[in-house]
């Protein structure tokens, strides 16, 4: 890679174009682009589905690790991250990651996370993953860190690890081979660690797939990341 991209240091890989992404302000920038309305905490059902796929082309599932509102059983699994926002006197100003990672915010503080605990729903932080992570903050080089904040999210993971972009299955869901897929349903579930970074391929691959382009990627990478893909094994 360019040195401008990456460069290999004796305490890891320095990235000088990399950067810390703040979520709720693409969230904002994006649905005022778009034109979207985001509502949260509303409870879906078959029949909104139903309806949606009536008024529309098509509806796409991505309700991270929420329980699904079909009647498909997906090979998924819940898997719960503790995080801390810490107060940072001495320590990196830029991103540092390994088997966690410490972000720099623009008050002065830092986020270290996160944990990782599979088919654990539990949202209530715990003390033993909150002296883990000031443990990895330490470690990652904050002097004294001091916890100011801490919450709990739950990612959704394939038990293969990649994640589920396409259409879901159909009738035929139970035999062998590919299924057909089930009629405007599609998803974009399973992203685990990587949200975002997948969140902008599967949205490019559904347009795609909703308006007859060609997708960016080869057959092969569409079949690995195909939510019929279980069944076919």
């Given amino acids: 890679l360019p040195e401008t ?18 979520a709720a302000a693409l969230q904002a920038a994006l649905s005022q682009r778009l034109g979207g309305v985001l509502q949260c905490g ?17 509806v796409v599932l991505a309700s991270g690790a929420a329980p699904l509102p079909v009647d498909i059983a997906l090979p998924l699994r819940a898997l719960r991250g503790q995080w801390a ?17 410490l972000l720099p915010l623009a008050d002065g503080g830092a986020v270290v996370g ?3 605990a599979i088919d654990d729903r539990d949202l209530t932080p715990r003390e033993a993953d909150r002296e883990r992570l000031l443990a990895k903050a330490a ?25 589920l972009i396409g259409a879901l299955p159909g009738p035929g869901w139970e035999r062998q ?3 057909a897929p089930s009629p405007g349903m599609h998803a974009a579930l399973g992203l685990g660690s990587r949200g975002y970074s997948y969140a902008f391929l599967a949205a490019d ?17 569409l079949e690995a990341i195909d939510p019929r893909r279980f069944r076919r094994r």
């Fill in 5 to 22: 991209w990456a460069q290999a240091r004796a305490e890891g890989l320095w990235l000088p174009m990399g950067g810390v992404l703040d």
């Fill in 42 to 58: 509303v409870r879906v059902s078959p029949a909104d589905l139903e309806a949606w796929i009536a008024a529309g082309d098509a």
């Fill in 85 to 101: 926002q810490i107060a940072v006197h001495d320590g990196p100003r830029s991103a540092v990651v390994d088997d966690g990672y």
């Fill in 114 to 116: 996160s944990t990782h």
């Fill in 139 to 163: 470690r990652l080089g904050v002097a004294e860190p001091r916890l100011i904040a801490e919450g709990v999210g739950l990612r959704s993971v394939s038990v293969d690890r990649r994640p």
């Fill in 177 to 179: 081979g590919w299924p």
């Fill in 205 to 221: 691959l559904l347009g795609a797939r909703l308006s007859g382009r060609v997708p960016a990627l080869p057959r092969r990478l």
